[in-house]
């Protein structure tokens, strides 16, 4: 099963972008999703998920400005971003956990000018 990010790029402040995280396999109906991301010099932190029962959950530095959801058929996850700021300039990576199994895509690359 391959996990694939796309949608970075680069962006001013302000403006908005939004991700797209797919799988090989129909993974995403009952698993755990989340987006992470990785800044210049950070560790890797969970900016945003939707867990099974449907509850989704962000860290209070995207709170209302970034938005997880995922199509209809359950083959895609999304994150919406905006109003975009240069302390979100990172990788962003998808994060699938479905029961016993943890999948992560190679990531895309998110930069925010001031």
């Known amino acids: 099963v391959q996990v694939v990010e796309s949608g970075g790029g680069f962006v001013q402040a302000g403006g908005s972008l939004r991700l797209s995280c797919t799988a090989s396999?129909?993974?995403?109906?009952?698993?755990?999703l989340g987006w992470f991301r990785q800044g210049p010099g950070k560790q890797r932190e969970l900016v945003a998920s939707n867990m099974r029962g449907g509850r989704t959950n962000y860290v209070d530095s995207v709170q209302g400005r970034f938005t997880i959801s995922t199509d209809n058929g359950g083959n895609t996850v999304y994150l919406q971003m905006n109003p975009l700021k240069p302390e979100d300039t990172g990788i962003y990576y998808c994060h699938v956990n479905p029961p016993n199994s943890v999948l992560w895509g190679q990531g895309t690359q998110v930069t925010v000018s001031a």
């Open positions: 396999k129909n993974m995403f109906r009952g698993s755990n």
